[in-house]
């Protein structure tokens, strides 16, 4: 059973320039999560859909952050333009609902910009 | 806000070494549920507590719940190598809102 999958697992870019990352959640799940991980701040939520609408995006940090849920097996995050201190690693997960269900993460996007 | 503080931050030791862990907070949750994150990898959940006062076993790792379902441990026995990694407990709080994770606890268990 394949878990979620991100992409790219990793991404090295200019400031200034359009970053895109996917992430394919697990069939069946109804909740899917964008989170972004560093050492100083821990694993922060970003935004999180449910059937594929946005619930909460209060963790984007700013107008530069976008997110998409286009159908229910793909969403994007988006930043434009990237800054250097948005390089962190950005997780996508999912899960069947909400409350004390599991969390399936993906294996990361390692985003630096230089 | 709800938040939970995980101690300690970091925590190097020699195989086989017990070791414990917490997870704390003010606010109550629903349940917890603690991840294991290898390098490289999304986190893994290891367990989640529902009763106050549970107590879940995973072979060497022991999982408990507070009284007050507001705290949580994890206490490692014999500890081993594989042992190694971010240990992140996260809080389900009222229905419909997301989980909150801690900043983790990162093991380094040396030979």
């Known amino acids: 059973d394949a878990g979620v999958i991100q992409s790219p697992r990793h991404e090295v870019t200019e400031m200034g320039q359009e970053v895109t990352l996917r992430c394919k959640p697990i069939s069946g799940h109804d909740y899917l999560f964008w989170y972004r991980q560093t050492m100083m701040r821990g694993l922060e939520l970003l935004i999180y859909f449910n059937n594929n609408v946005p619930i909460d995006d209060s963790g984007m940090p700013e107008d530069r952050f976008s997110a998409k849920m286009p159908n229910a097996s793909f969403s994007t995050l988006k930043i434009q333009p990237s800054e250097p201190r948005d390089s962190a690693v950005y997780f996508c997960?999912?899960?069947?609902?909400?409350?004390?269900?599991?969390?399936?993460f993906g294996d990361g996007t390692r985003l630096s910009i230089l | 806000t709800q938040l939970l503080e995980q101690s300690p931050q970091f925590l190097s030791i020699q195989e086989g070494e017990n070791l414990t862990v917490y997870c704390n907070s003010s606010?109550?949750?629903?349940?917890l549920q603690w991840y294991r994150q290898e390098p490289g990898e999304g986190p893994v959940l290891l367990v989640t507590?529902?009763?106050?006062?549970e107590v879940k076993k995973l072979k060497r790792l022991t999982f408990q719940f507070g009284d007050a379902r507001k705290d949580s441990s994890l206490h490692i026995t014999a500890a081993q190598t594989g042992d190694t990694g971010l240990y992140l407990c996260a809080g389900a709080g009222q229905a419909g809102t997301a989980l909150i994770f801690g900043k983790g606890t990162t093991l380094s268990v040396s030979s």
């Open positions: 997960a999912s899960s069947l609902w909400q409350g004390d269900q599991p969390q399936h």
């Open positions: 507590v529902v009763t106050g006062g």
């Open positions: 606010s109550v949750f629903s349940s």
